[in-house]
């Protein structure tokens, strides 16, 4: 059973984004870059799919500056077998689009029996790729999975839903995006980090895809960045002698100068 | 070159999805801007009657898509109807809803006419009659200006944030025969709670938990929405430790909420709850520790234990109802 795991580098949740002079892309140089948590999941559970069906191999997929070699490196120390990175300098200010049909052209010419996205990256939240994906390759999506099983050709999912969830079935080869609950993503062991080193990363250009000229390509584009408006938070304290004072003293508030509730 | 507005309403069993409406709202908006017609589709079963409800918001002309075979949401039979819609009818800008399934069909249908997409709008402007889409970037970090090649400009708007308005119109319902494409997954089960729930990313107040719940007891904070209309949401800590489902996280790494009112609950403010729930109209704070982050967020600060003040809180509401 062949995995595609489709992974994408980010900027830490954590850390401090900001305009380059540009005004349309962001300073790369002090950003510490992680995999896209929800693509963590996915390395994680082809993982476990492929310990389970005792063979195949994991593939880890990724677009992007060359610099996402590093998270390929990790996903290789987790356990996956071997990494593809499309790099190009025509990918630098690319849009969703782009990187679903570059990730469509390589898919194109590999084996696969299932890939495994996110169902978005925290970082552009788009939530495009892997319906654009599933379409453009003709296999079944099935989104923000907690539970799978594969038999006979067929996977079946939990998918979740407002209010619940709903089991869904699928015949190979399909998609899936992972939610949150799916695993625990395992940490890489040292003896596999070291064992990553040796693994093969195979890094392709546009040209190398049968892909060209970007500008074609891009279809959403960005004009400007901002930072937000800064929120301005009032601040109250909610005095009283005690939590019932408090709880009181808030209501109030709320409902005569915030004029809610 | 076509200055028509198309909205797809997205519709349940249940009904509209509140981010329907205010879909069709800035519909309308956008069309009298451009001095174009406004087109709602609605693709469902059981949908004839009510997909004339939209004509209150502004859409003067509903297509509607009612067929047995579309009850559960598949999109492929969708993203083909669809298709097919916007062909016959082209717009020059398509809007949709909020929810998981209408950015699927938004990214499915952008990449079948490769025409430019943008999920989570914000606010949308206008230059030389081409949209131009506000959205949010990193988490709510930055926000990016963008424009979308191709026609239709295929937009995606953010859950709580495009006020609706009414706006009757006579509107003219054209019924459409289904093409019904093979669907590539089956159901096999559906495990739902079957509740009259608000929606977490629609809901007017939110009542979030975190750390300081101790528990998965929310009985509290349950009470407290249920009193209020709102809907119950949880720090990133909650639902690791598995007091609360994976759906109700709050946060950069969860759902995105924008509600009137959002009170935090033991959460100390961590910046990827932050980006979840900073564009609030109004923050409450509840914590017992004065230093925590979250109280330079909130409007209303209440330091103390969460435990009595929301008993007391849900009292004093109790008492004026």
């Not at chain 1, 390509?217 to 002698?241: F, M």
Request: charged share 25%; glycine share 8%.
């Amino acid at each position: 059973m062949d995995i595609v795991v489709l992974m994408k580098q980010v900027p830490d949740t954590a850390a401090l984004i900001q305009i380059s002079e540009d005004n349309v892309s962001i300073k790369t140089e002090d950003v510490k870059w992680v995999i896209n948590p929800y693509d963590e999941l996915a390395v994680e559970e082809a993982i476990r799919i492929r310990e389970k069906q005792g063979g195949g191999k994991v593939i880890i997929l990724t677009a992007g500056a060359g610099s996402a070699s590093a998270t390929i490196r990790t996903a290789l120390a987790m356990g996956a077998d071997e990494g593809i990175l499309i790099s190009d300098p025509a990918l630098e200010n690319s849009d969703p689009q782009i990187t679903a049909k570059v990730i469509a052209a390589v898919l194109n010419n590999v084996n696969f029996d299932l890939i495994i996205a996110g169902p978005r990256a925290v970082d552009d939240d788009s939530s495009y790729v892997p319906a654009a994906i599933s379409e453009y390759l003709g296999v079944p999506l099935l989104s923000t999975v907690i539970r799978q099983e594969i038999s006979n050709g067929k996977i079946q999912c939990e998918q979740t839903v407002q209010d619940g969830s709903i089991v869904l079935e699928a015949n190979l080869p399909a998609i899936i995006t992972t939610q949150r609950g799916l695993n625990e993503p395992r940490y890489p062991s040292l003896a596999n980090i070291m064992k990553a080193k040796k693994k093969s990363i195979v890094t392709k250009t546009l040209a190398d895809i049968g892909l060209s000229s970007e500008q074609k390509l891009i279809k959403t584009k960005i004009v400007s960045l901002a930072y937000p408006p800064r929120r301005n938070a009032e601040k109250v304290i909610v005095e009283g002698a005690s939590a019932e004072e408090k709880a009181a003293r808030l209501l109030n508030l709320l409902q005569d100068k915030a004029g809610i509730l | 070159m076509s200055n028509n507005v198309m909205v797809f309403a997205g519709y349940t069993g249940a009904g509209f999805k509140k981010s329907a409406f205010e879909a069709v709202s800035e519909g309308r908006r956008l069309a009298n801007r451009l001095n174009g017609v406004l087109t709602a589709v609605v693709i469902g079963s059981g949908t004839k009657e009510t997909a004339l409800e939209l004509a209150r918001y502004g859409a003067d002309r509903i297509l509607t898509c009612d067929h047995p075979a579309l009850e559960d949401f598949d999109p492929d039979r969708y993203t083909a109807i669809l298709t097919d819609i916007v062909k016959q009818y082209p717009p020059a800008i398509l809007l949709l809803g909020s929810s998981y399934n209408d950015k699927n069909i938004a990214a499915r249908l952008a990449a079948r006419l490769d025409t430019g997409a943008a999920t989570e709008c914000l606010e949308f402007a206008l230059d030389s009659d081409r949209l131009v889409a506000t959205r949010p970037l990193y988490g709510g970090k930055l926000m990016a200006q963008v424009t979308l090649e191709g026609t239709p400009q295929i937009a995606c708007i953010r859950s709580n944030v495009f006020p609706i308005a009414e706006d009757m119109k006579a509107a003219e319902q054209v019924m459409i025969e289904p093409n019904l494409a093979e669907p590539k997954t089956r159901v096999v089960e559906k495990k739902l709670k079957n509740s009259d729930k608000v929606e977490l990313t629609e809901a007017d107040v939110v009542i979030s938990g975190g750390r300081g719940m101790g528990s998965s007891d929310f009985s509290l904070l349950e009470k407290l929405a249920e009193l209020l209309g709102g809907a119950v949401g949880a720090s990133r800590t909650a639902v690791d430790e598995g007091w609360r489902p994976y759906p109700d996280q709050v946060g950069q790494t969860g759902k995105v909420v924008s509600p009137k009112l959002y009170v935090a609950c033991g959460i100390s403010g961590a910046m990827q709850h932050l980006a979840g729930m900073s564009s609030s109209e109004c923050i409450v704070g509840i914590n017992r520790d004065p230093d925590a982050p979250i109280f330079n967020y909130a409007d209303y600060c209440v330091v103390d234990d969460l435990f009595k003040v929301l008993p007391a809180l849900i009292e004093e509401i109790k008492g004026q109802q």
